[in-house]
């Protein structure tokens, strides 16, 4: 897949295994997130950071951004960030991608829905304890920025899988469009089988990647993280946001003669 070529990001197997590829980047980070504690205090608004209303993690979530800012990350059409309206001006000379979204597609961006689940169901789920562990909040929040940004990106890919199965279709969407029919947007880019292919991968590697290779035939193995919670973040999340994504961008997509 190269941004710079329309044509093989649009290619439905390059999108395919993109998504693959973001499983494993996803499991490796829950994997880490999972040597700590729960540490509430991180998410707590106004906890840490003087003058800051939001919590430990917003700050430094928002610095990471800033600085990447600087080096073109969000001029990629991938990347969708958590603070579009507090980046900073690039300081490397721009890339001039080909257009390869609708116009509007930075609009689409729902990590505020991503962070709060993520805070809320899938710490809980993965953390080793429950509590603090005051020595290691920095350690925590660097583990939860790793979180949120590969699974932000690989729900944002919708709007490429929407833009895909627009190009490969477009008297079947642009009539779905014109009908405001919602339902049949969904139900065109749902496909049950892939799905239940993905949770069943899915628990695959988290078992491969999360457990001692030592312990591999042991009665008694245990993974870092239980592979069926990686599994049900794909269900109850992953998933249903990922097509939340393509049917917003789906939507509109008569708005861009692209």
């Known amino acids: 897949m190269d941004f710079m070529k329309p044509e093989t990001v649009l290619d439905l197997n390059n999108i395919r295994n993109a998504l693959v590829r973001m499983e494993e980047s996803i499991v490796f980070a829950l994997i880490e997130r999972s040597q700590f504690y729960s540490s509430p205090s991180v998410y707590e608004p106004k906890k840490y950071i003087p003058n800051f209303d939001g919590s430990m993690l917003d700050w430094f979530l928002l610095q990471v951004e800033r600085t990447h800012s600087q080096v ?125 292919k993905i949770l069943e991968r899915l628990i695959v590697k988290a078992e491969g990647y999360g457990t001692d290779p030592s312990l591999r035939y042991s009665q008694n193995k245990q993974s870092k993280v239980d592979p069926k919670v990686i599994a049900q973040l794909y269900k109850d999340y992953i998933i249903p946001l990922t097509k939340k994504v393509e049917v917003e961008y789906l939507m509109r997509r008569l708005e861009d003669d692209l």
């Open 72 to 196: 073109r990350r969000y001029e990629a059409p991938d990347e969708s960030p958590f603070f579009p309206d507090d980046l900073l001006p690039v300081i490397l000379p721009s890339i001039e991608y080909p257009k390869i979204l609708a116009k509007y597609s930075d609009e689409i961006n729902v990590n505020d829905e991503i962070k709060q689940f993520y805070i809320n169901d899938i710490v809980p789920r993965v953390s080793c304890k429950d509590g603090e562990q005051l020595e290691n909040l920095g350690s925590v929040s660097c583990a939860d920025i790793d979180c949120l940004q590969v699974i932000s990106r690989r729900i944002h890919f919708g709007k490429f899988v929407a833009e895909s199965k627009f190009q490969n279709d477009k008297e079947t969407y642009t009539q779905l469009i014109k009908n405001k029919d919602v339902e049949g947007i969904d139900a065109s880019i749902t496909n049950k089988a892939v799905e239940d």
